[in-house]
């Protein structure tokens, strides 16, 4: 008995063995969507929203998260506005000298000079020139931060590569380094 026992059970294995492993034979998928989702662009056409777009756009008047709106446009009168309006919100104890030099050095002084006399690394190889002395301009904190903001003549913008404290940090600096070049 033990030999057709070995027999059949030998049989019984090898019959399990090929028969699951049947590719013909169609599994059944318990809740298809998990396995293979609807797919669909970011901006085809939807009937889901009004505008027809699966994106929407903000709410009207809306600001994105962290951005603090600057009121003074990109033009001469908002500098000049800028310039006798706009004041530093933070106080002493937000200041870091070290902070301010780092910032002006990676950001200013390739072309104002680590001075701030206008003699910056891309000035000596000539690849700028007119770069200001900070001595010669009439400068206040706010048009140093309006011109951080919007940028001035051949200088671009710096607002999307600082934050707001940073800008006001370099507005410090720019004054610090102004008034040793007046001295």
Request: glycine share 8%; charged share 25%; aromatic share 8%.
């Amino acid at each position: 008995m033990s030999r057709l026992f070995k027999i059949t059970t030998v049989i019984a294995i090898v019959t399990l063995v090929f028969t699951s492993c049947d590719k013909t034979k169609r599994n059944l998928q318990y809740m298809p969507d998990m396995y293979q989702s609807v797919s669909g662009e970011p901006y085809e056409e939807s009937n889901v929203f009004s505008n027809g777009i699966e994106a929407q756009l903000p709410a009207e008047g809306s600001i994105s998260r962290g951005h603090i709106p600057y009121e003074y446009p990109d033009t001469n009168e908002g500098y000049e506005d800028a310039k006798k309006n706009l004041k530093s919100p933070l106080t002493v104890a937000d200041f870091d000298s070290n902070k301010e030099a780092q910032l002006f050095d990676i950001y200013c002084a390739v072309c104002h000079g680590k001075k701030g006399d206008g003699q910056g690394e891309l000035v000596k190889r000539e690849k700028f020139l007119g770069i200001p002395n900070y001595k010669d301009r009439d400068l206040t904190e706010g048009s140093i931060y309006h011109v951080i903001m919007h940028g001035k003549n051949m200088m671009g913008s710096h607002a999307s590569q600082l934050t707001e404290k940073e800008r006001w940090l370099i507005v410090k600096h720019v004054q610090e380094l102004r008034n040793n070049l007046l001295k």
